[in-house]
């Protein structure tokens, strides 16, 4: 079992900055994709950005240019400098990892985190 924990989550105001961290434990062979979804209110549950090994990233439209995600494979983790943060980037936060291998040619499988609420003031 893998366990995904995530943090730094909050309230800021309109244009501020957060940065989430999201650390994956457990029995961890690999693990080919570590990223970010959110789930607004009343929304289905998106993308925000992923990266495969060291791939180049992948952003969501609505937040290239204001977010960044990095990836530490030596820790299993993941993070989101989000930046000129808007009131439409409120959200709960969701730590993702997928292909996650338990020892080698093992079948993958997918986590989340439990979530990390981001609200974003006008």
């Known amino acids: 079992q893998v366990q995904l924990v995530e943090s730094g989550g909050g309230l800021v105001q309109a244009g501020e900055s957060l940065r989430l961290s999201c650390t994956a434990s457990?029995?961890?062979?690999?693990?080919?994709?570590m990223g970010w979804y959110r789930q607004a209110s009343g929304n289905q549950r998106e993308l925000v950005a992923h990266?495969?090994?060291?791939?180049?990233?992948t952003y969501a439209d609505s937040v290239k240019g204001r977010f960044t995600i990095s990836r530490d494979n030596a820790k299993n983790a993941v993070y989101l400098q989000m930046n000129s943060l808007k009131p439409e980037d409120t959200a709960v936060y969701y730590c993702n990892a997928d292909g996650v291998r338990h020892w080698r040619n093992s079948p993958s499988s997918r986590y989340w985190g439990q979530g990390t609420q981001v609200t974003v003031s006008s």
């Open positions: 990266v495969i090994d060291n791939d180049n990233p």
């Open positions: 457990g029995s961890i062979f690999s693990i080919a994709v």
